[in-house]
C-alpha cells in the first residue's frame, strides 16, 4: 500500500490521542492493554479496540444480524426489531454511559456489536431448541458460549481476549444490582479457553463469568436495557399488550423512560468507582419490568415463530442436524457447498477450524445452524431434508 499517513498530521493525531486518554478514568481498559494471541501495531487513527470494532463489522455473521429474531419471529413488519437492531441499540446506550463514566467507549463498541453473534435462528426459543438437540450427543448450546467460540475457533478472529470476553460474559438473562471484575473474570487466553470448554458441555454456571473489564460489565446490564422497554414497544405495536397492562415504576413503563432513567442511575451510582451499579430502587423497578415482559410477552403465545409451533420447530432442527452429521461423516458434499466457503474469508483458518473439529461432527453441525438467519434455517431444511 502506497499511501501512509502525513508525518505532521500523524505527530498531532498522537499527542491528540494521548490527551484523550489521560482524561480516562483509572477504572478504564486503555489501548495499550489490550491482550491478543497474535502481534497487532496499530496505526495512530486504527486503535487497538477501533480495529476490533472493524473486524466484527466484517464478519460474515454480523451481516445475518438482520435475518435474526429479537423476540417475534417471520413477521412481515418493518418496524418490528431485529437482532441487528438490538446490538446497535445496545452500543449506543452503552457508549453514552460509558463516556460520561470516562471509559473506553471503542471496547464498548467493539463488544456491543459482537455480543449477540452466538444466537442461532429464533431467538432465545431457538436456542432452546438447538440446546435440547445438543444435550443428546453431551452437549449444551448457549448463545453466549457460541459466540467466544464463533470468534475464537471458528473464524480465530484475532480479537483482542478483553471483547471475546465480554460476549462470553454478556449474558442478559441473568440481573445483578452490581458488576466489577472479580477472581472469576478472564485474565488470559487460558483461563477464556477452559471456561468455554466447561461451558460446552454444561459444566460453567452464569454466576461464574464476569467480565474482565469495566466496560464489559457496562455493556452486560446495557443489553438488558435495550431489550426490556424495546421488546414492550414492538409488543404494543403488534396490537399483543397495551402499555396500560403494565405498572408504572420509578423508571417509568416506556421504552425512552426506562432508558432515560436507567442510564441516570447507574452514571449516579458508578461514577468514579470500580464498578457498575444500580441503585436499590432503580434494581427493584427493573426486576419488576422483567418479571412483567416475562408474564406478558415473552412466556405467551405471542413470543413463538409465526405460522410454527415448538413441536415442529423442534423436528426441523433435529433433522437438520442429522443431515449435517451424516454429511460431515461421510461425502461432505453439503458442508463444503453450502458451509465452508461462508465461515470466514481467511481460507487457512477456516482449515484449521476443521481439522480441530475433525473429530467432534456433533460440534460443527451445531456450529453451522447457529450461524443460520432464520428463514434460511427454513429454506435449508425443505430444501435439503425433505426428502430424507
Do not use: W
Not at 478483553?162 to 462470553?168: A, F, Y
Not at 424495546?230 to 399483543?240: F, G, P, V
Not at 442510564?263 to 426486576?287: F, T
Request: charged letters at 30%; proline letters at 2%.
Amino acid at each position: 500500500m502506497s499511501i501512509k499517513l502525513d508525518k505532521n498530521i500523524e505527530s498531532e493525531l498522537t499527542e491528540k490521542y494521548a490527551q484523550r486518554d489521560a482524561l480516562l478514568s483509572k477504572f478504564a481498559t486503555k489501548d495499550d492493554m489490550a491482550i491478543r494471541k497474535d502481534s497487532y501495531v496499530p496505526k495512530v487513527f486504527r486503535r487497538q479496540f477501533i480495529r476490533d470494532c472493524e473486524v466484527v463489522l466484517n464478519l460474515p455473521l454480523f451481516n445475518r444480524y438482520a435475518g435474526k429474531t429479537q423476540v417475534f419471529s417471520l413477521l412481515e413488519n418493518d418496524d418490528i426489531s431485529t437482532r441487528a437492531y438490538h446490538v446497535q441499540l445496545v452500543s449506543r446506550i452503552a457508549r453514552t454511559i460509558g463516556s460520561a463514566l470516562s471509559l473506553n467507549c471503542d471496547l464498548i463498541e467493539a463488544i456491543a456489536l459482537a455480543h449477540d453473534l452466538g444466537h442461532c435462528p429464533f431467538g432465545h426459543r431457538g436456542e432452546k431448541l438447538l440446546d435440547n438437540t445438543a444435550k443428546k450427543y453431551g452437549y449444551r448450546f448457549f448463545h453466549h458460549v457460541q459466540g467466544a467460540r464463533y470468534l475464537l475457533d471458528i473464524v480465530k478472529s484475532d480479537l483482542s481476549l478483553q471483547v471475546i470476553d465480554g460476549v462470553l460474559c454478556h449474558n442478559g438473562e441473568e440481573i445483578l444490582p452490581s458488576y466489577s471484575p472479580n477472581e472469576k473474570s478472564c485474565y488470559s487466553f487460558e483461563d477464556l479457553k477452559a471456561k468455554l470448554d466447561l461451558a460446552y458441555i454444561g459444566k460453567l454456571c452464569d454466576k461464574d463469568l464476569m467480565a474482565s473489564t469495566l466496560e464489559g460489565c457496562l455493556v452486560r446490564i446495557c443489553d438488558v436495557i435495550a431489550y426490556v422497554g424495546k421488546d414492550r414497544q414492538d409488543a404494543e405495536k403488534l396490537k399483543y399488550i397495551n402499555f396500560s397492562d403494565f405498572g408504572n415504576t420509578a423508571l417509568g413503563k416506556y421504552n425512552h423512560e426506562i432508558i432515560s432513567a436507567l442510564s441516570c442511575d447507574i452514571i449516579n451510582s458508578s461514577y468514579g468507582k470500580n464498578r457498575i451499579s444500580l441503585s436499590d430502587e432503580a434494581y427493584g423497578a427493573l426486576m419488576q419490568i422483567k418479571d412483567e415482559n416475562y408474564a406478558m410477552i415473552y412466556r405467551g403465545n405471542h413470543s413463538k415463530v409465526d405460522g410454527y409451533d415448538d413441536e415442529t420447530l423442534q423436528k426441523i432442527v433435529d433433522e437438520v442436524f442429522e443431515i449435517l452429521c451424516d454429511d460431515l461423516t461421510g461425502n461432505r458434499r453439503i458442508i463444503d457447498k453450502y458451509y465452508r466457503p461462508y465461515i470466514y474469508p481467511n481460507l487457512k483458518k477456516v482449515d484449521e477450524y476443521f481439522q480441530e473439529n475433525c473429530d467432534y461432527p456433533h460440534r460443527v453441525a451445531i456450529d453451522i445452524i447457529a450461524g443460520m438467519s432464520d428463514k434460511y434455517l427454513l429454506q435449508f431444511h425443505k430444501k435439503l431434508c425433505k426428502n430424507q
